[in-house]
């Protein structure tokens, strides 16, 4: 049977290379939806590494301006008493470097063992940090007050910069290596697991934090809030006046974590939902495409069909062809788009799990598959209510 299937196939190799290259367009498109869906679902499905619920953000746009860093310590720690003093503050947190759920910009670069890491996310912050967005620590410690007297600048890496940079040797106590030719005296005393400061579905970066000492509260420009659940628009006008009459000259913007996630999702998700539109309709133009052709050989083949009905086909046979000529060549389609999406894996491209890849083509030719075989049981279900004497008389 799948050698008949074969040679009428190849008797009308031109027109079926046009469904061919047709199905194959559709399986790399659709691949290439599908590897952004699983590696947004992977992404989502990972934790999220710390707690963001309860946490507000104060901008300080303008900040206050310090002669010396004495001056700007001891303001900030007036700042830090007095919103702690209001009931429904539980933490207090000063920030200098980037902040979750934002488009901030802030990175550095370093060479270790010879081998240079770039594009690593810098965050700069103090103590209360912990106690504020509660990440995990997997190794090592958190920042605490007896660092300000060491004689090395004591940082936190991320799991992904550890696995990164030391691979599963020890991290501990390492030095992090020199920066732009010139050598730090930076320590690692801590690894934090991963966190998702950049929403729900963009995948973790390395990450370093630095410890904020003295000389960091003259370039103070954003305050971690932690609040009770209580807390409503009624004090979120409080905390706004109270930290507005601190800071007169500064322009005080208040933002919730949890609209700030939501937003950034928003923006992450805005591309793929255009890409799967604009798929969604060649792929609804390939499957029209594939439905008109299969009609069109029916209304051609009516003879062979009468025929083949006349010598003791039944209906479902003759249906059950149309659809087995559809399945082979959407066969040969994936066997050649598979060819070419396997090489996405192989070479790394784009820097993407080779799971992802791997699922986004199994999910590809089980839909591409279904599509063509949706697109042939109407015409198959025509091509045997043929009736054999009719379709002779009109052949």
Known sequence: MFKHL??????KKKQN??????????????????SMIVKFYFN???????????????????????????????????VRNVLTAMPQVVQISFGTGLVPFSNSIATTGFTHKGKKFDDIRLYGIDDNYKNTFSPKLIEGRWFNKQDEAGSYAPVIINESFRKKAFGTGKVIGEMLGDWEGRETNQRIVGVIAD?????????????????????????????????????????????FKTTSNMMKQSSIEIKHFV???????KETLTPIIILIILASFLIINVALGLFGVLWYNINKRRGEIGLRRAVGASGSSVSWQIVAESMVLATLSLIAGTFFAAQFPLLNVFELSASVYITAIFLSVIFIYLLVLVCSLYPGKQAAAVYPAVALHED
């Not at 934790?47 to 001056?71: A, Q, R």
């Not at 609209?259 to 999702?265: I, T, V």
């Open 6 to 11: 074969f040679k009428l196939i190849w008797n």
């Open 195 to 239: 966190t998702k400061e950049k929403g729900d579905y963009r995948e973790t970066a390395s990450s370093l934090f630095i410890r904020n000492n003295r000389d960091s509260y003259k370039d103070i420009r954003r305050i971690f809030v932690k609040v009770t659940p209580d807390a409503d628009a009624g004090f979120e006008g409080r905390l």
């Open 44 to 78: 989502y499905k990972t934790p999220m590494g710390f707690e963001y619920k309860n946490v507000w953000l104060i901008n300080i746009n303008n900040p206050p301006h310090f002669d010396n860093t004495d001056s700007a310590a001891t303001y900030y720690k007036n």
């Open 17 to 34: 290379a046009l469904l061919i290259t047709e199905m194959l367009v559709s399986f790399m498109v659709t691949f290439a939806v599908f």
């Open 259 to 265: 609209q700030m996630r939501d937003d950034m999702n």
